[in-house]
């Protein structure tokens, strides 16, 4: 870090709002905020807004909240769109040093020149013919309405700098050309804004993907034609898909709103995103964001690209979802069973309800209805039903598919789901009604799952060995789940049973025998 103190870092992430946030640049905020942290800097967000046909507010919020999910909040906040005085002022700098000029050529001229280099092997750039202008010459066509951008003076040298994360790197110049920074004095363009913001901002580390190190000695050239102090670089590894290509949609990757709505946690997406181009070199798989700043080193910053596992995502995912107390957890469930249809909110005034990707109304839930019954179903009830699905969630968008039969009234599922094995149809319906006549037989003040499990098991080895001569719980149980869930797989039919109640799992078996008589 040379000769700067602690005190004095200060990192930024500087995103444009020309789309939701994504998940690489989550990942080079989070560095950038661990790094600042971990030496006592300021961390700093800049808003890079300039390209008005682009940039959107929407995007911008998006940005905003998602920063703030988090957890990485910053010291001081910025937009380019408000300092274009700051810009224009150094524009003119560069043009009255004449280290910039105004270049007039057309697009068409300048497209067919790239081409013709590109056709002999030569690297495509401008070839300076603006460059000799005089100044009144400029003015004149400027006066004509000429259309012109600004260009500054590549000098030919090689460029030097030394990478914190890549070492020494080397660029020479003479194959970039002489570069457009504005479209005019109003309308400044990326390489410029951000070295002055840098400049101004007091920026000292620059963290950011290594797609961007092309930039970089531009950047570099521009400091030293202003008098900057150039500061200290470290490019991060490309987040990499399955097939060690970049990451990209094809690859499952989406904007962090979209991963919040899906249901992954703020703590898994910190965990998750530090480990793709950083190991703390340990064993030590689970980090919160307070144990990632005291362990975060810029040392162990890998070069090579990090592969994003969406297996490994999943596991972190269902890790925390396991550990977070079961109120939290219910809460956090809600806004997808009512997404799902399967409970109605009864909203009270001057309150607020989140959304799926933590936005607020303007009212708050009191209580809530089952969306197809009716029936009023309360917090503690919904967090039974969540509890016995704990272990399972990987993602909080699973749960209205696992959980969704406690909703409704009539269950539709095939036929052939209540048979186990090889089961006849006379023999299931025996089974079914015997399954109606013990459950009926257990009291209201009884009705538990220990209760339930129980007796249905000391019953059904009875009915397999009566109907088959085996010993086969799954002759009785088996269709006992497929009754009451209607699927598959769930949590175990006692539980269930227990939490649906009396009236709903006789009434589910009833159904299920007509189901069969039909």
Not at 64 to 69: A, E, H
Not at 129 to 144: H, N, Q, T, V
């Amino acid at each position: 870090m040379g000769l700067l103190n602690k005190k004095q870092i200060r990192t930024r992430f500087a995103p444009s709002p020309t789309g939701n946030l994504h998940i690489g640049s989550a990942r080079t905020a989070l560095f950038n905020y661990l790094f600042a942290r971990k030496n006592r800097g300021e961390f700093i967000l800049r808003i890079e807004d300039t390209d008005k046909e682009r940039s959107k507010i929407e995007y911008e919020e998006d940005i905003i909240d998602g920063l703030k999910w988090l957890g990485l909040n910053w010291d001081s906040f910025y937009r380019q769109s408000e300092r274009k005085d700051i810009y224009r002022k150094y524009l003119e700098k560069l043009l009255d040093e004449k280290k910039a000029y105004y270049c007039f050529c057309r697009k068409e001229e300048l497209e067919a020149k790239r081409q013709e280099q590109i056709s002999r092997g030569a690297a495509p750039k401008y070839n300076g013919k603006c460059a000799s202008l005089s100044e009144d010459e400029a003015e004149e066509r400027i006066k004509k309405g000429d259309e012109y951008v600004i260009r500054f003076k590549i000098p030919a040298k090689k460029i030097k700098f030394n990478d914190l994360i890549r070492g020494a790197v080397e660029f020479d110049s003479s194959l970039i050309g002489d570069m457009v920074i504005a479209k005019d004095l109003d309308n400044p363009l990326y390489n410029f804004t951000v070295t002055i913001d840098d400049f101004e901002m007091k920026i000292t580390h620059i963290l950011r993907g290594e797609d961007l190190l092309p930039n970089t000695p531009k950047q570099i050239i521009l400091q030293e034609a202003l008098g900057f102090t150039q500061p200290i670089y470290a490019h991060l590894p490309l987040i990499l898909g399955p097939d060690k290509s970049k990451l990209s949609k094809r690859h499952g990757a989406e904007s962090l709103s979209e991963y919040r709505r899906q249901g992954y946690l703020e703590e898994t997406l910190v965990n998750f995103l530090s480990f793709l181009g950083w190991n703390p070199g340990t064993e030590k798989e689970i980090f919160s964001l307070s144990s990632l700043i005291k362990e975060f080193s810029i040392d162990k910053v890998q070069k090579s690209g990090a592969v994003f596992n969406i297996k490994r995502l999943d596991y972190l995912n269902g890790f925390y979802i396991r550990q977070k107390p079961l109120d939290k957890l219910t809460e956090l469930c809600m806004p997808y069973l009512i997404e799902a249809d399967l409970i109605t909110p009864v909203f009270e005034t001057q309150e607020r309800l989140p959304n799926l990707t933590g936005i607020f109304g303007k009212e708050i839930v009191s209580g809530y209805n089952m969306k197809e019954t009716g029936e009023k179903i309360d917090f503690n009830c919904l967090k039974r039903i969540i509890s016995i699905y704990q272990e399972r969630i990987k993602r909080l968008s699973e749960v209205p598919e696992l959980v969704d039969f406690f909703f409704k009234e009539n269950l539709v599922y095939e036929k052939k789901l209540l048979f186990w094995k090889n089961t006849e149809i006379g023999e299931l319906i025996i089974i079914l009604e015997k399954l109606k006549e013990i459950v009926s037989q257990i009291e209201e003040k009884d009705w538990n799952s220990k209760k339930l499990e129980d007796i249905l098991i000391s019953e059904s080895d009875k009915i397999s060995l009566e109907l088959k001569n085996v010993k086969d719980r799954g002759y009785l149980i088996w269709p006992f789940r497929a009754a009451i869930t209607g699927k598959e797989s769930s949590a175990p039919p006692f539980v269930v049973s227990e939490i649906l109640g009396r009236k709903k799992t006789i009434k589910r078996i009833e159904n299920a025998i007509n189901l069969i008589k039909r």
